[in-house]
C-alpha cells in the first residue's frame, strides 16, 4: 500500500504512540482487504461503546489510546451499556456505571463527542453526500451510505478509533464506486406505510440480499423515521450495509437484471415470524434512537395517561434538551415512561432483568431475542404505547 509522507511518518510513531498504534491498525486492514492507499474520512462514529461488550481488555486498550490519542476530525459515540445521567433510575448495577464511566472518560480525553447514539445524523454529525467517512454501528453506516449517499464500511471499535486519530481510512469495500452498484431489483408489491412496516421490508429484503446491495422499487414515499428503521433492519437480516430505493434515496446505480417480487405475504409472514405468543413485561420505543418528530407524537399518545408496564424510550441527549424545551419531555415523564439516552435495550445490561419485550423495530426484536432470550411483540408505536398503558 502506498502511504504519504505524513502517513509515513504517522506509522514511525513520529506523532505518538497512539497515532503509531491506530495507523498500524489502518494499514494492516488496508492490506487485508487490497486497498492501495490510505484517503482522508471527514467523520468517525465510534461502535463498542458499552462496557458489556468492552470488558476490561476493551477498557485497558482505550485507556492505552487515551494516554497521547487526539481526534483529528468530528467524533461521535454509539450507544453506551447505560444512560449517563439517568442510570439509577434504570436499575444499573454501580459497579457497572463505574467501568462505563471510565470508558466514556476515555474517548472524551481522546476529543471525542461524549453524547452516545445510533442517529448521530441528528445531532450534528450529518456527513454530506459523496464524503468519505468511517463510521461503526449497522445502522448508522446504512444510514450514512444509502440515505445520505456518504461512503464506509461497516468499521469495528478499533477500526474506528484509528481513523479518528489519524483522520484517514483504507480505501476498499464501500469507499470505491464499482462496489455501491446494486446487484438485483427487489419490487415492493405489498403496502409499506410505517416504521414497523419498513422494518418488516428490512427483513425481507435483508433475508434475500445475503450480503448483496439491493435496489429497492416500488416505494412511493418514506419518511427520515422509515428509512431509519429500513437501515437498521436490512442490515440486521443479512444485506449490506448499502440499499438504494428508486427515486428516493440519492445515489445513482444501474438496473440489475435479476429481479425478486416482494409480496404482501411475504411482508406479512415477516411480521408474523417476529412476534411470539403472550404478554410482555417491557417496552423499547427508539431503534435506532428517536427523531424529535417522534417523541412529538409519542408524547400526544401519552398525554394525560400513566404507564402501567416499563416503557422505554431511546434517544440522543440533544434530542431529548429540544423535547424538554418544547413541552414534550414533562408529559412522557409525567406518564411514568423513562428516557433511556445515551443507551438502548441491547447495550444495556438487561440479561435476566425481563423476559419479554414489545418494540416497533424489527433490528431490536433480533436482537431481544438473540443477545436477551426475550419473547418478543412486534408492532406499531401506537399499539406499542396501548401495551405501555394497558388498553
Ligand atoms: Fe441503536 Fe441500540 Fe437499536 S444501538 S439501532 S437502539 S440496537
Redesign the pocket.
Same mark, same amino acid.
Given at each position: 500500500m502506498e502511504l504519504t509522507k505524513e502517513q509515513k511518518e504517522m506509522l514511525e510513531g513520529k506523532h505518538g504512540n497512539a497515532v503509531r498504534k491506530s495507523m498500524s491498525i489502518l494499514v494492516a486492514l488496508g492490506e487485508i482487504y487490497g486497498a492501495k492507499r490510505l484517503i482522508p474520512v471527514t467523520s468517525v462514529q465510534i461502535?463498542g461503546v458499552s462496557y458489556d461488550n468492552l470488558g476490561d481488555a476493551g477498557l485497558e486498550f482505550l485507556d492505552e489510546m487515551a494516554k497521547d490519542g487526539k481526534t483529528r476530525v468530528k467524533t461521535t459515540l454509539? &450507544?453506551a451499556g447505560m444512560d449517563m445521567e439517568n442510570w439509577e433510575a434504570l436499575g444499573i448495577d454501580p459497579e457497572f456505571a463505574r467501568k462505563q464511566k471510565l470508558v466514556i472518560e476515555a474517548f472524551e480525553k481522546m476529543g471525542v463527542e461524549a453524547t452516545c447514539?445510533?442517529?448521530p445524523y441528528f445531532i450534528g454529525n450529518k456527513p454530506n453526500f459523496g464524503d468519505h467517512i468511517a463510521w461503526g454501528?449497522?445502522? @448508522?453506516v446504512t444510514y450514512a451510505n444509502s440515505v445520505l449517499g456518504a461512503k464506509t464500511n461497516k468499521e469495528g471499535g478499533p477500526s474506528s478509533i484509528a481513523s479518528a486519530l489519524t483522520g484517514f481510512t483504507a480505501e476498499y469495500g464501500l469507499h470505491l464506486d464499482e462496489n455501491r452498484r446494486a446487484q438485483f431489483v427487489a419490487e415492493v408489491k405489498a403496502n409499506i406505510e410505517n416504521p414497523m412496516l419498513f422494518g418488516a421490508l428490512g427483513n425481507v429484503v435483508g433475508k434475500l440480499a445475503k450480503g448483496r446491495i439491493p435496489l429497492i422499487t416500488g416505494i412511493e414515499k418514506a419518511s427520515t423515521e422509515d428509512l431509519k428503521s429500513l437501515s @437498521?433492519s436490512i442490515v440486521t437480516y443479512g444485506g449490506a450495509p448499502l440499499f438504494h430505493i428508486d427515486g428516493i434515496t440519492p445515489n445513482r446505480t444501474e438496473v440489475p437484471e435479476e429481479k425478486v417480487i416482494v409480496s404482501q405475504e411475504d411482508i406479512d409472514n415477516a411480521v408474523k415470524e417476529m412476534n411470539d405468543t403472550g404478554d410482555v413485561e417491557f417496552i423499547?420505543l427508539?431503534? &435506532? *434512537?428517536c427523531s424529535i418528530e417522534e417523541l412529538e407524537r409519542i408524547s400526544e399518545l401519552l398525554r394525560g395517561k400513566k404507564v402501567k408496564k416499563e416503557l422505554w424510550i431511546?434517544v440522543a441527549r440533544p434530542i431529548k434538551k429540544i423535547a424538554d424545551e418544547k413541552g414534550y419531555s414533562e408529559i412522557i415523564e409525567q406518564s411514568g415512561a423513562k428516557f433511556a439516552c445515551d443507551?438502548? *435495550? #441491547? #447495550?444495556a445490561p438487561l440479561k435476566g432483568r425481563f423476559h419479554s419485550i414489545a418494540t416497533n423495530?424489527a433490528?431490536?426484536i433480533f436482537?431481544g431475542r438473540g443477545k436477551n432470550n426475550f419473547k418478543t411483540m412486534f408492532r406499531t408505536l401506537e399499539e406499542c404505547i396501548q401495551k405501555a398503558v394497558g388498553e
Open positions: 461502535s454509539n &450507544p447514539t445510533c442517529t454501528e449497522s445502522s @448508522a @437498521a423499547f427508539g431503534c &435506532p *434512537h431511546g443507551t438502548c *435495550h #441491547v #447495550v423495530s433490528k431490536g436482537y
